[in-house]
């Protein structure tokens, strides 16, 4: 049973850790949440963006025999194959005819353990048909690099559609390296990445401004998606990144990845530690664990 995850709000006066603030939506919430508690710290959970599924756009290029004009589907994130297996549900299926040539599902790190033996069997009936492809390094760019040639070949690309902030460069990228390698990639947005909202800060700038108010060890960031909602909030209030470094200077800053990190600089906030290891939130948790130990936070 997965452990219930307290809002900022919801704080008790009697916390002794320094609070570890991490703004994931809340598809991803109790795994980040379960992994920080689990490493004795005091997770507190502010979402600044939520994600949701679209599969009515899937399900034209899904319908037998739309999928069979594809040569394989590049999952960017877990929310995508999220997306595509509800709307594979509401096909007939196999989506494929067993017999044809080899069809590509790729993913990323952790992300590839959803598309197990049922995954598979919806798409195929004949399991070998389909291959499985997950690159050594879980960013988009690999995922494209590990696709090898494409020789013109389609891949259907679901991404989410951006709303309430600026799409970042992440899924323009992903499209451009696969054209780069030969591939034909189309675009469906198949869930949407939707900010929370002006108040999605409130809880941080309330115990900001309290005297003697909560200070935060660590703050950490699993999408730029995140970091831009966070920022935007913060200005609702009168706040920038500049006034958060100032209330807590000692905050760490922890991006998942390189990608994060990368697109958290972009938007103006400096960060502190990037996972090495960006398969699954572990390795965030991990970095992030070292740098607050090192720090005395034990």
């Known amino acids: 049973m997965a452990v219930p995850i307290p809002n900022l709000t919801a704080l008790s006066s009697t916390t002794v850790k320094p609070a570890v603030i991490f703004t994931t939506p809340p598809n991803y919430a109790s795994r980040l949440y379960d992994l920080l508690a689990l490493k004795g710290h005091n997770p507190l959970w502010c979402p600044t963006i939520t994600t949701s599924p679209t599969p009515q756009s899937l399900i034209p290029h899904l319908s037998p025999p739309s999928l069979s004009h594809f040569s394989a589907v590049a999952f960017p994130s877990r ?10 549900d509401s096909l007939p299926k196999p989506l494929l005819p067993s017999h044809g040539p080899t069809f590509t599902l790729a993913a990323l790190g952790k992300d590839s353990e959803l598309i197990d033996t049922p995954f598979i069997s919806q798409i195929c009936s004949n399991s070998q048909r389909v291959k499985l492809l997950v690159p050594p390094t879980a960013t988009p760019n690999c995922l494209a690099l590990s696709l090898g040639e494409g020789y013109g070949r389609k891949v259907l690309c679901p991404v989410p559609k951006v709303v309430g902030l ?31 909202g002006p108040d999605c800060a409130t809880a941080v700038v309330k115990k900001g401004e309290e005297k003697g108010g909560e200070v ?32 807590w200077p000692g905050l760490v800053v922890a991006a998942h990845g390189p990608v994060t990190a ?33 720090l005395g936070h034990e």
């Open 79 to 88: 929310a995508s194959i999220a997306s595509f297996s509800v709307a594979a």
């Open 262 to 294: 990368a697109g958290a600089e972009r938007l103006g906030v400096d960060v502190d530690v990037v996972s090495s290891d960006f398969g699954s939130f572990q390795g965030v948790v991990d970095a992030l664990d070292v740098r607050l130990r090192a």
């Open 166 to 196: 600026n799409e970042p460069p992440v899924v323009p990228n992903f499209l451009d390296d696969l054209k780069s390698g030969g591939w034909f990639p189309v675009r469906i947005d198949a869930y949407e990445t939707r900010w929370l």
């Open 216 to 247: 935060y060890a660590a703050i950490v960031f699993t999408s730029s998606g995140e970091v831009e909602g966070f920022l935007k909030s913060l200005k609702e209030f009168g706040w920038d990144w500049g006034t958060v470094r100032r209330r």
